[in-house]
């Protein structure tokens, strides 16, 4: 199941986005070293970059 993103403007933890990342790997199929779909690598990636940007500090929420 794809994560939704966070509504505008709010910014998703490492926590939350660690979370969302590991669901990717273990959601249904019960092993992490199952493939991802096209799809899932691209949403994978995605929340890789935005944890990269939280875990470096350059993401403001808005007013």
């Given at each position: 199941?794809?994560?939704?993103?966070p509504p505008e403007?709010?910014?998703?933890s490492?926590?939350e986005?660690?979370?969302?990342?590991?669901?990717?790997?273990?959601?249904?199929r019960g092993?992490?070293?199952?493939?991802?779909?096209?799809?899932?690598?691209?949403?994978?990636?995605?929340?890789?970059i935005?944890?990269?940007?939280?875990?470096?500090?350059?993401v403001?929420t808005?007013?």
């Amino acid at each position: 199941m794809p994560s939704t993103p966070p509504p505008e403007g709010r910014v998703r933890s490492a926590e939350e986005l660690n979370a969302a990342i590991r669901a990717l790997w273990t959601d249904g199929r019960g092993h992490p070293a199952v493939q991802l779909t096209a799809e899932q690598r691209a949403e994978y990636e995605q929340l890789c970059i935005e944890l990269r940007q939280v875990e470096r500090g350059d993401v403001t929420t808005a007013a």
